[in-house]
T-cell receptor, first 115, second 114 residues
Framework: GAGVSQSPSNKVTEKGKDVELRCDPI?????LYWYRQSLGQGLEFLIY????????KSGLPSDRFSAERTGGSVSTLTIQRTQQEDSAVYLC?????????????FGNGTRLTVT | AQTVTQSQPEMSVQEAETVTLSCTYD???????LFWYKQPPSRQMILVIR??????QNATENRFSVNFQKAAKSFSLKISDSQLGDAAMYFC???????????FGKGTKLTVNP
């Protein structure tokens, strides 16, 4: 398991349904990030975990979005009552240590399509 | 608000030629790191190069180098001897002051013509 793993790769859901996106970081990486990338846009920060706690969740767009991390490892991003504007690629990244010099290692993302 | 600006939505270059992608940023900090990431069609973001603002020497990684102008808050990426595999989206990023989150520019789509 060399890299950050995200599942599913693609998810199509109907408006109003709940979805869960999973991220499995690199073993030993204490920091974990979720970003959202809309078509033709840069990356929008959603939330950051250090261990199991989330010191910065300032980027979550609404209370329909939540995330948790358990055991200092796997993280789940949950979107409730999905809307069409939630359609985007959701990227997860991890880094070895807290610190602004540590590069992020990204997964391949989950493409979410809300119909 | 601290921002990162990439003024070139798209760039193209001939194979084996050199291309420079521009990035400017806004920060009030004196020491920080800057990053360039590459995103090929596979969607996975890959670190290309990293620069510490404290160091005056420009970072270099094989064919990739930066032109870091701290006073001008400019952080350009130069790709020498461009290869077809360099075709991708390129994002400039830096950690927002006082936080752990990376702020990204909107990206530059690089096309490499054979």
């Amino acid at each position: 398991g060399a890299g950050v793993s995200q599942s599913p790769s693609n998810k199509v859901t109907e408006k109003g349904k709940d979805v869960e996106l999973r991220c499995d970081p690199i073993s030993g990486h204490t920091a974990l990030y979720w970003y959202r990338q809309s078509l033709g846009q840069g990356l929008e920060f959603l939330i950051y975990f250090q261990g199991n706690s989330a010191p910065d969740k300032s980027g979550l767009p609404s209370d329909r979005f939540s995330a948790e991390r358990t055991g200092g490892s796997v993280s789940t991003l949950t979107i409730q009552r999905t809307q069409q504007e939630d359609s985007a690629v959701y990227l997860c990244a991890s880094s070895l240590a807290q610190g602004r010099s540590s590069p992020l290692h990204f997964g391949n993302g989950t493409r979410l399509t809300v119909t | 608000a601290q921002t990162v600006t990439q003024s070139q939505p798209e760039m193209s270059v001939q194979e084996a030629e050199t291309v420079t992608l521009s990035c400017t940023y806004d920060t009030s900090e004196s020491d920080y790191y800057l990053f360039w990431y590459k995103q090929p069609p596979s969607r996975q973001m890959i670190l290309v190069i990293r620069q510490e603002a404290y160091k005056q020497q420009n970072a270099t990684e094989n064919r990739f180098s930066v032109n870091f102008q701290k006073a001008a808050k400019s952080f350009s990426l130069k790709i020498s001897d461009s290869q077809l595999g360099d075709a991708a989206m390129y994002f400039c990023a830096y950690p927002q002051g006082g936080s752990e989150k990376l702020v990204f520019g909107k990206g530059t789509k690089l096309t490499v013509n054979p």
